[in-house]
C-alpha cells in the first residue's frame, strides 16, 4: 500500500487525461510517455521516495507560466518519459543516466496537477 502522499501523488496524475496535455508546450506525444513512467514511478518507488523526502514539485513540477517550456522548474519525471529504474536520497536513476534535486539555487514551479487545474487559459 503507497503512504498518503505518493498515492496522492499517483491519483493526481492518473486523473489527467492520457489524451490531452495539461500545460503549454508539453505535446500529447510527449505527455502520454511521461505520464505513463510517473504512474509507473509512483507505483513501484513512491513509497520510497517520499520516505527519502521528495516532495511533489521534486517530481511533477513545471514552470507556472510557461509549463515545460522552461525545465530549469521541472521536476525530475517532467523532462523525458523514461521510467526511473531506482530513487536515492539526492537522484532518480534512469537507465541512460540519472536526474538530481540538490542543484544549487533551484527552484521548483507548481505540480503539472496545479498547472492544469488552473484551465485552458493556461494550457
Known amino acids: 500500500m503507497l503512504p498518503d502522499a505518493a498515492a496522492l501523488w499517483r491519483s ?3 486523473d489527467l ?3 490531452a496535455s495539461p500545460c503549454r508546450h508539453l505535446i500529447l506525444a510527449r505527455w502520454a510517455p511521461i505520464r505513463e513512467a510517473a504512474i509507473d514511478f509512483c507505483d513501484r518507488l513512491g513509497a520510497e521516495a517520499h ?3 521528495w516532495t511533489a514539485p521534486e ?3 513545471v514552470h507556472p507560466e510557461h509549463g515545460t517550456l522552461r525545465v530549469d522548474c521541472c521536476g525530475v ?6 521510467r526511473a529504474q531506482a530513487v536515492e536520497p539526492g537522484r532518480l536513476v534512469f537507465e541512460r543516466g540519472s536526474a538530481y ?3 544549487p539555487g533551484q527552484v521548483w514551479g507548481v505540480p ?3 498547472f492544469a487545474a ?3 487559459a493556461h494550457a
Open 112 to 114: 503539472v496537477w496545479e
Open 118 to 120: 488552473r484551465g485552458p
Open 51 to 53: 520516505a527519502l523526502g
Open 77 to 82: 519525471l517532467m523532462v523525458t518519459g523514461d
Open 17 to 19: 487525461s492520457p489524451h
Open 59 to 61: 517530481l511533477f513540477a
Open 101 to 103: 534535486r540538490t542543484k
Open 12 to 14: 493526481a496524475i492518473a
